[in-house]
T-cell receptor, first 112, second 113 residues
């Protein structure tokens, strides 16, 4: 079975500063990796995904993530955050059965 | 893009009653839908996988008789929480899979009093 660890439960950051959210996974087989964002009382929106190919993945809203197989990591970054980026972020992993296993989530709070 | 809706978005019910939550894929057909449960400030936990025309597959620890799932068509899956109790209060989210990607509904907040 696969699992996901998000290393930071809360990340406060100032507006226009960069942010990095860390995600490590564990799996005995090849995985697909995802980052989702959840705004209060809403469902999840896909930010980006890694299925294969280039290890640097660009997503929506200026986010990007890098897949590092040797370190089993998939960290999410944004060079300059906005107040509207305040949300909960979830890293997730799946294998061929398409079932998603989610990390515990990282709360990003952007301050002016 | 693919849109998934849920109805209702918020429901309050009395202990012992049953509640049905609908999950619809609006502009695509989904042979597989997933149901998740999310407690406050926690991650999503997969409850079951719903396949059109067949019985749902439940994750370990999820009571099949309590959480009834029906996937009657390629665009609709329903989750019925039977004999609800306060501990069933939670945020329930569905997703629909198409072309290898899951699209999530906006969620349904269930409060059992």
């Amino acid at each position: 079975a696969q699992s996901v660890t998000q290393l930071d439960s809360q990340v406060p950051v100032f507006e226009e500063a960069p942010v990095e959210l860390r995600c490590n996974y564990s799996s005995s087989v090849s995985v697909y990796l995802f980052w989702y964002v959840q705004y209060p009382n809403q469902g999840l929106q896909l930010l980006l995904k890694y299925l294969s190919g280039s290890t640097l993945v660009k997503g929506i809203n200026g986010f990007e993530a890098e897949f590092n197989k040797s370190q089993t990591s998939f960290h999410l970054r944004k060079p300059s955050v906005h107040i509207s980026d305040t949300a909960e972020y979830f890293c997730a992993v799946s294998v061929r059965d398409y079932k998603l296993s989610f990390g515990a989530g990282t709360t990003v709070t952007v301050r002016a | 893009g693919a849109v998934v809706s849920q109805h209702p978005s918020w429901v309050i019910c009395k202990s012992g009653t049953s509640v049905k939550i609908e999950c619809r894929s609006l502009d695509f057909q989904a042979t597989t839908m997933f149901w998740y449960r999310q407690f406050p400030k926690q991650s999503l936990m997969l409850m079951a996988t719903s396949n059109e025309g067949s019985k749902a597959t439940y994750e370990q620890g999820v009571e099949k008789d309590k959480f009834l799932i029906n996937h009657a068509s390629l665009t609709l899956s329903t989750l019925t929480v039977t004999s609800a109790h306060p501990e069933d209060s939670s945020f329930y989210i569905c997703s629909a899979r198409v072309l290898g990607e899951q699209y999530f509904g906006p969620g349904t907040r269930l409060t059992v009093t």
